[in-house]
């Protein structure tokens, strides 16, 4: 992963402005209030014994953790968010906002940052929709709280 380049899209997403609509961008999702940054995507693992998979899972959290250690040095250590609770409670029917509900099926956990300049929360996490689905490491900048 090329830190220098997820670093720039991070401060990009956090001064930009957020669409009026969900919609596609250049690199992820974006809708009221919030964008998601696809920042590193890996192979799929359909026709993996489980090995493959468990190295990606790892290098994907050492990745994450680098990019949180810059991420630290700007804004200090980061909050810890399990998205499980937020899952559960989606799954009840309770209506939460985004992008915390879509993020709760598909990324376990996050760490957490508020911008000092911006005042927007930034969250790095890990995502995986399905065991055999490629693992992501996803850069959210939103203005909506943590639930």
Request: proline content about 5%; overall charge negative.
């Amino acid at each position: 992963m090329d830190i220098a380049k997820a670093l720039a899209v991070i401060d990009r997403l956090c001064s930009g402005a957020f669409p009026a609509e969900h919609v596609r961008t250049d690199v992820g999702t974006a809708g009221p209030g919030y964008s998601i940054a696809e920042l590193e995507t890996s192979d799929d693992f359909w026709e993996d014994d489980g090995t493959r998979r468990e190295e990606a899972e790892e290098q994907y959290e050492c990745d994450r953790d680098g990019l949180g250690e810059r991420l630290t040095e700007r804004w200090g250590a980061p909050q810890a968010l399990s998205l499980y609770s937020v899952l559960d409670r989606t799954v009840e029917g309770e209506d939460l906002l985004e992008p915390w509900a879509s993020l709760s099926g598909h990324v376990p956990d996050v760490q957490l940052w508020r911008s000092t300049e911006t005042g927007r929360w930034i969250a790095l996490g890990v995502s995986q929709w399905n065991r055999e689905l490629p693992f992501q490491l996803l850069a959210v900048v939103t203005d909506t709280d943590p639930p």
